[in-house]
């Protein structure tokens, strides 16, 4: 009884009419926290942190660079997730929600990788450094690009789905990488002064402000990966006859 | 407030340059971003719209011409 309704949650979870429905309501939702939230903590951690003792004002770098370099591996993990799903149960969803991370996955590791950049020339006193965790990073912008040229170069959109699929998949060995790249080898990046166990190297006047932009660069993503992920599914299902009753009712309002 | 005054908050200290960078940099970037997005929504619902109004028009099989893109 419970596995029929579970499986049959599983088979509606795939189903990009009922995606479609669901999510409605969260894409608003999820643009406005992401609106509110990067404003509040880009205000606190500009205008409000206090300075660092050592490195003076240029550690309000960290509040855009860490919340988009974390950012930019989730999307990675999700692609690798969704690729695993979509390669097991062949469900078409996946394939849309690749296609939707892709281009914010790109555009925000490289957003990691510039705001490193500038972060490192006060800081390290170069603006590039062939540091583990930086070159992990490039890594995994050339994966983005790597997928995105992939499925460029594919018309077949089945193929397609599966080449990007695989590679997503198999790319997700860099991730734990990025992670672990600072305690295995020689590195100027910091080790992470966060933890579930531990408690933060910094005061909270320094870190809830780096929590806010977490959470907002994470709200600002849902919201742009569900709007292109609706976008698709329509040019997907174009013709079908729910998405026509659903324009008709758009314009009717 | 952290700083004494708008001009050493717009200064920060002598890393004022760095700072700002980041930050436009990665304000111009998510607004990239998400009129990209938006403008391929909007794109899409407006060919959507477009087959709507031939169907209310009567052209015949005007529903199925754009089946994939």
């Given at each position: ?95 849309v929600?690749?296609?939707a ?124 990966v569900l709007?292109r992920m609706r976008?698709e ?21 | ?69």
């Amino acid at each position: 009884m419970l596995s029929v309704s579970l499986k049959r949650l599983w088979h509606k979870l795939g189903s990009p009419r009922w995606f479609f429905a669901l999510t409605e309501t969260w894409v608003k939702a999820a643009g406005w926290a992401a609106l509110v939230l990067l404003i509040w903590g880009s205000a606190w951690g500009l205008g409000f942190a206090p300075a660092d003792y050592q490195q003076g004002n240029s550690f309000r770098i960290m509040y855009v660079h860490v919340p988009a370099a974390m950012l930019a591996q989730s999307l990675y993990i999700g692609m690798g997730v969704a690729g695993f799903i979509g390669l097991v149960w062949r469900m078409k969803l996946t394939d849309v929600a690749i296609s939707a991370c892709l281009p914010l996955g790109m555009a925000i590791t490289a957003l990691a990788l510039f705001s490193g950049s500038v972060w490192g020339r006060p800081t390290w006193g170069s603006w590039w450094e062939w540091d583990g965790r930086t070159v992990s990073t490039l890594v995994l912008f050339f994966l983005y690009v790597g997928i995105y040229a992939l499925r460029e170069a594919i018309a077949d959109q089945d193929l397609r789905g599966r080449a990007s699929a695989l590679v997503a998949m198999v790319g997700t060995v860099n991730i734990p990488i990025i992670k672990y790249s600072v305690e295995w080898w020689n590195t100027l990046h910091q080790p992470a002064s966060f933890g579930l166990t531990q408690k933060p190297a910094m005061p909270s006047e320094m870190w809830l402000p780096l929590l806010v932009m977490v959470l907002g660069f994470y709200a600002f993503a849902a919201f742009v990966v569900l709007v292109r992920m609706r976008t698709e599914i329509l040019n997907r299902e174009m013709g079908a006859r729910w998405v026509s009753d659903w324009i008709q009712a758009r314009s009717g309002r | 407030m952290y700083f004494d005054s708008f001009a050493e908050f717009l200064q920060m200290g002598k890393h004022g340059f760095y700072v700002w960078t980041a930050y436009g940099v990665t304000a111009l970037v998510l607004v990239m971003c998400w009129l990209s997005a938006r403008g391929s929504f909007l794109k899409t619902t407006q060919r959507l719209q477009q087959q709507a109004d031939l169907v209310q028009r009567g052209v015949p099989s005007a529903q199925h011409t754009e089946n994939r893109k």
